[in-house]
C-alpha cells in the first residue's frame, strides 16, 4: 500500500502570504497526485490534478507541482475564502488520501 | 448540472447491516467510475472502494474489504454501497463521488452532499 504522508499538519498565515504545503508518497507514484479543498461542514472539492494541472474554474493562485515520491502544493496569496483543510491523494495504485493540512488566518 | 444525492445513512448496531444509494444526474452516468469515499467524526478523508463504468471491476481499502460490496445500476444512474459487519469504526460521512476521467478511477471531481452513518448500540 501507498502511504501519503503531509506537512504541516495545520498553518496561520496571514491574508496575503505565500502558503506551501508539501506532500510525499511512500514510493514513485510519477505524477499521479491530485490536491483537494475542503471547507467545514462541505464536500471536498478538486483543485489540482495530476500533480500540476489547475481544475477549471480554480483561482490561479493555487499551483501544484512535483513528481516521483515529493509534491508541493502552493497558494501564492492567501484569501479569507481560502481557509480549509487541504488533502493530497495519489490514484498510482488504488487511491490514497493525505491526512491534510488545515489552513487559517493569522 | 452535475448531481449525486447519497440516502440510506442512519444509526445501526454493531454487526448489522446497512445500503447506501446515490442518485446521479446531469452527466452520462455509465461513462464514469464511481467511488465512495467516507469521514469519520473530526478525521480527514478515507477513500473505500471504486466501480468501473461498467461495473467490470470494483476495488476496496482494506478496511471494508470483505465486508462492504459497491456495485452500480446503469440504468437507474445509481450508485450503491452494502455495508454488512459494520463495526464502530465505519462510523462517518459517506460520499459518493464520479470520477474525474472517462473511463478511469484516478479522483473525484464531483461530490455529493454525503450520508451519515452511525454505529452504536
Known amino acids: 500500500d501507498i502511504q501519503m504522508t503531509q506537512s504541516p499538519s495545520s498553518l496561520s498565515a496571514s491574508v496575503g502570504d505565500r502558503v506551501t504545503i508539501t506532500c510525499q508518497a511512500s514510493?514513485?507514484?510519477?505524477?499521479?497526485l491530485n490536491w483537494y479543498q475542503q471547507k467545514p461542514g462541505k464536500a471536498p472539492k478538486l483543485l489540482i490534478y495530476?500533480?500540476?494541472n489547475l481544475e477549471t474554474g480554480v483561482p490561479s493562485r493555487f499551483s501544484g507541482s512535483g513528481s516521483g515520491t515529493d509534491f508541493t502544493f502552493t497558494i501564492s496569496s492567501l484569501q479569507p475564502e481560502d481557509i480549509a483543510t487541504y488533502y493530497c491523494?495519489?490514484?498510482?495504485?488504488?487511491?490514497?488520501f493525505g491526512p491534510g493540512t488545515k489552513v487559517d488566518i493569522k | 448540472q452535475v448531481q449525486l444525492v447519497e440516502s440510506g445513512g442512519g444509526v445501526v448496531q454493531p454487526g448489522r447491516s446497512l445500503r447506501l444509494s446515490c442518485a446521479a444526474s446531469?452527466?452520462?452516468?455509465?461513462?464514469?467510475?464511481m467511488h465512495w469515499v467516507r469521514q469519520a467524526p473530526g478525521k480527514g478523508l478515507e477513500w473505500v472502494a471504486v466501480?468501473?463504468?461498467?461495473?467490470?471491476?470494483?476495488y476496496y481499502a482494506d478496511s471494508v474489504k470483505g465486508r462492504f460490496t459497491i456495485s452500480r445500476d446503469n440504468s437507474k444512474n445509481t450508485l450503491y454501497l452494502q455495508m454488512n459487519s459494520l463495526r464502530a469504526e465505519d462510523t462517518a460521512v459517506y460520499y459518493c463521488?464520479?470520477?474525474?476521467?472517462?473511463?478511469?478511477?484516478?479522483?473525484?471531481?464531483?461530490w455529493g452532499q454525503g450520508t451519515l452513518v452511525t454505529v452504536s448500540s
Open positions: 514510493q514513485d507514484i510519477s505524477n499521479y
Open positions: 466501480i468501473w463504468y461498467d461495473g467490470s471491476n470494483k
Open positions: 463521488a464520479r470520477d474525474f476521467r472517462i473511463a478511469a478511477r484516478v479522483g473525484m471531481a464531483y
Open positions: 446531469g452527466f452520462t452516468f455509465s461513462s464514469y467510475g
Open positions: 495530476d500533480a500540476s
Open positions: 491523494q495519489q490514484y498510482d495504485n488504488l487511491l490514497t
